[in-house]
Every structure is written in structure tokens, then in C-alpha cells.
């Protein structure tokens, strides 16, 4: 049976490392388990082997509450009031429960400790009650639950409800080790600290890192208090441009992914994505591969059938999904494309190794664009100070002016184009700084480090590459020109 109190060790491990921003949600997923399999209730020995969202709304909350879709949140508490529905009940009420053994205050501290918030912000959120949301929300929290293993979603027809057996790891087996004998006190503080810089990145970091502080509390226990260890001296400033309430559901998506990864069969995906550029939704059906950190987001590189109905490659923005959440078909189903069951026969899917080789050979997070090679000019003095002994690629180096016509010569293929490069380097000086690299035509984060070069960084080659910079700066130019009086 579930029988884990709601301390704040349980609800950080129901968050998935997001304790913070997820403090009513991880009570709820909490109750809802409660509900489920504990040994009041067990609603998984009642309800039928596949059941709904209804068949769970109509045990957990009283008569007064309104089952409408469309009811807003303020008018289902309303038609509550004065009932014991747990729509009425504070966060406070629930940590009452007899199986936890800490006071309100302790509560707090703890829960301070594990989540940076000020104890005056937990003590407000002690008077909020979980369950005043729409039923959305809680649509969405079955659906939490099903992503992290406690309930098992069959297609569209329902949960199930699963063995004990089959129930997450708790806590306790969630055991990090670290070998601190190489690190001082002061060294192994700061790691800690830059890993806390990074926690957003994978989302069950948090859960480690909080394991890794009570280990080197143990070992090091003079300085056993966090608010005694070392002033911070390193800060990462990552520009991670979500929102909070847009990165609950970024994680709620990756932590469906990584679900996806961890079973033996895998699945192909499906959800409906925006594409930015024609302002538009578009379904999509693809085989997930990886997960990355790069341009300030989160991207899944997948393959199967694009936003622009071909059989591609694709990086998509984890917060451009529009679905309420991801579709999973197993591989027997008619809606998953024939390619890609062919390649799950044969034993050829795309691997996340073949990403990194592709990402190796040029400059580009689209590793599935064109490469195309890159010259840039710099004067001497720029590039001593900001691009010499820099690591951009590991195709970018240094060329001499006299190596450039040769490898022109080898590399540009169009007879055209390889004359309008010669010409341009003709016309430039030896002495000025040359360099060469691999790149993806149309990739946006190469684009950005090119702009940001301006204006001492020329673009000499490929030609279309240099015409987009040069239409750019005439652009970008016309807004600085003064108006004819």
C-alpha cells in the first residue's frame, strides 16, 4: 500500500525536482496516490480496470462540485462552500495526516531548505487550497502520474492502475554516491552550488543534489549547516528564457520522454507543435531520440513525419508543443509511420551517437541542414582579442590568406561561386585574419554568432550566407538613415 506521509522529502520526489514552483501539485499527486493506493481508501481495487478522469472526479469530490469543463475556478469553490469537499481544504489541513511525524514549523523549515523559499512564502501557501483548479488541471495531473510510472494510460481509453510492484523507487532508494575524498570542504560546497545552477536543465537533479548535501553534511560536520558553508563565488547565468508556469509543463514533457526511453519497447510520439514562422499548428508523428539545452530552451531532435507533413529530421521547441500532453503509439499502431517501423525491424533507428557525429562535422544545432564552408575575415587586432584561442567548433581554426584559394579550389564545387569568392579575396589584404569552418546553411544559432561579430567579422564565403549578412546590415541600416526633411 501507498502509506508515505506527505513530508517534504515525499512531495520534492512526486515534483520531479521542481518542488518550488510545484508545491500545491506535488500535495495533489500526493492525495490522488493517497486515494489510489492507500490503506483508507485503495480506489484501485474499486474502480474498473480502465477507468476516466470522471470515475476519479466523482470519489474525490463532494456532490457540490460542479463536474463542468468550462466552469472557471472561483465558481466550482463557490457552490462548495461550507461542505467538507477537499476543494475547501488548505494545504495546512493536509500535513495532519497521522503518518507524518513533523509539526507545522519543522514542516516549514524543511520544505525552506529543500526549495530556497523565505518560510513567510511556504506559511502563505499553507493557507491556499491544492484542489481549487479546474478540472484541466487535474486531467493533467492523472496524466503527471501516469508519466512518472504510478498509473499506466492505455491509448485513449483510460488509466489503469498498477502493482506495487510496478510503483516508482521511493526516496530512500534514490541513493546518490560521490567519492568527496579528492575534494576539500570548501571545494565540494562550490560544486554543489554550481550543480544547484544547472538543476532546471534535468529537472530530478534537484533530488540528487539534495541527497549529495546531506552526504557531505555527514562527512564534513562542522560545517553540517547549508547557511554555514562557503559564500557563493561562481555563477552561472544561463539564458533560459521560460517562464515558470511555462517550464512545469517543459518538464511535464520531458519527464514524459524519458519515461518513454526507460521501457524496453520505446514508442513513437505524437502532439501538435507551432511552427513560428508560418504562425501555424501542425501535427506531427516522430521517433524522440534526444533532448538538448541549447539556444535558451529545451529541443527534442526527432525523426518521422515534420511539421511540414515529410519524413525529416527535426529539432522541436519543447514549450512550441501545444498538446495538453504527448500521444504514445506502440509500434503496432497503423498511425506510426511505415519508415519507421521498417527501421525498428532492421535494427537501424536513429541513435542519439549518429546527432553527436553529425554535430561534430559542422558548426549548427540543425545537424539535418547542409553544410557549407565557411571564410571569415577579421582585422588582426579583433581577432587577437576576441576570436583567436576561442573554441567555437571543432572545424573552426585559423587559415592563412595563402592556404584559402586552394581549399576554395577543393571545396566549393559551382564554378560560379567559386569564382565570386576568389575575386572577393583578391580585393582583401593578406595581413587581415582568416578563418575557415564547417557550418549548417540556415542555422539560426551560427547566424546569431556571425551578427554578433559585426561589424568586424566579413563573411566570405558560402555567397548565400554572406548576401543574407549583407541584406541584413542594409536593413538594419535604413533604420539609422535620418527622414529627407
Request: aromatic letters at 10%; one cysteine or more; a neutral charge.
Amino acid at each position: 500500500m501507498f502509506t508515505y506521509p506527505p513530508s517534504p522529502e515525499v512531495l520534492q520526489w512526486l515534483s520531479r525536482g521542481q518542488f518550488a514552483s510545484r508545491l500545491l501539485r506535488s500535495l495533489r499527486l500526493w492525495w490522488l496516490l493517497n486515494r489510489l493506493y492507500g490503506a483508507e481508501c485503495q480506489w484501485a481495487k474499486e474502480f474498473p480496470p480502465l477507468f476516466r478522469y470522471g470515475a476519479l472526479r466523482d470519489r474525490l469530490f463532494a456532490p457540490s462540485h460542479s463536474p463542468s469543463e468550462t466552469g472557471s475556478v472561483a465558481a466550482l469553490v463557490a457552490d462548495c462552500r461550507g461542505t467538507d469537499c477537499v476543494c475547501q481544504r488548505s494545504l495546512r489541513s493536509f500535513l495532519s495526516y497521522p503518518s507524518l511525524s513533523q509539526s507545522i514549523p519543522e514542516w516549514i523549515h524543511e520544505t525552506a531548505q529543500r526549495t530556497g523559499l523565505t518560510p513567510a512564502t511556504i506559511e502563505a501557501h499553507l493557507d491556499q487550497a491544492p484542489f481549487a483548479v479546474t478540472h484541466r488541471s487535474l486531467r493533467q495531473d492523472l496524466a503527471v502520474l501516469a508519466a512518472q510510472g504510478w498509473l499506466e494510460q492505455v491509448s485513449h481509453q483510460g488509466y489503469s492502475c498498477l502493482p506495487a510492484s510496478q510503483w516508482p523507487p521511493p526516496p530512500a532508494e534514490m541513493t546518490a554516491k560521490l567519492d568527496w575524498a579528492g575534494l576539500s570542504p570548501a571545494q565540494a560546497w562550490q560544486l554543489l552550488h554550481i550543480l544547484e545552477s544547472v538543476a532546471f536543465v534535468q529537472p530530478n537533479l534537484d533530488v540528487v543534489i539534495h541527497t549529495l548535501w546531506e552526504q557531505l553534511g555527514r562527512l564534513h560536520p562542522s560545517t553540517v549547516k547549508r547557511s554555514q558553508s562557503p559564500s557563493r563565488r561562481i555563477f552561472l547565468h544561463l539564458d533560459y528564457i521560460l517562464p515558470p508556469e511555462v517550464q512545469e509543463t517543459v518538464d511535464d514533457f520531458q519527464q514524459q520522454i524519458e519515461s518513454l526511453w526507460q521501457t524496453p519497447a520505446g514508442g513513437v510520439i505524437q502532439f501538435e507543435t507551432w511552427v513560428a514562422k508560418e504562425q501555424r499548428l501542425a501535427p506531427v508523428t516522430v521517433y524522440p531520440v534526444c533532448l538538448h539545452y541549447a539556444r535558451r530552451a529545451k529541443y527534442l531532435s526527432a525523426y518521422g513525419i515534420d511539421p511540414f507533413g515529410q519524413v525529416a529530421w527535426h529539432n522541436y521547441r519543447l514549450d512550441r508543443i501545444r498538446s495538453q500532453r504527448l500521444r504514445v503509439l506502440p509500434w503496432g499502431d497503423p498511425e506510426v509511420p511505415a519508415i519507421l517501423k521498417q527501421q525498428r525491424k532492421t535494427g537501424t533507428l536513429p541513435t542519439p551517437e549518429w546527432i553527436e557525429q553529425q554535430l561534430e562535422e559542422a558548426w549548427g544545432f540543425n545537424f539535418y541542414l547542409p553544410k557549407a564552408l565557411l571564410i571569415l575575415r577579421f582585422p588582426p587586432m579583433f581577432a587577437k582579442d576576441y576570436v583567436e584561442d576561442t573554441v567555437r567548433h571543432a572545424t573552426f581554426r585559423k587559415i592563412s590568406y595563402a592556404d584559402l584559394s586552394p581549399l576554395i579550389a577543393q571545396h566549393i564545387t559551382d564554378g560560379l561561386e567559386r569564382q565570386a569568392v576568389l575575386e572577393i579575396l583578391q580585393r582583401r589584404s593578406p595581413d587581415d585574419a582568416y578563418y575557415r569552418a564547417w557550418v549548417r546553411m540556415g542555422d539560426i544559432n551560427v547566424t546569431l554568432r556571425l551578427r554578433d561579430w559585426r561589424p568586424q567579422g566579413e563573411v566570405i564565403a558560402p555567397l548565400g550566407l554572406r548576401q543574407q549578412m549583407q541584406a541584413e546590415v542594409e536593413e538594419e541600416r535604413s533604420h539609422y538613415v535620418e527622414a529627407e526633411p
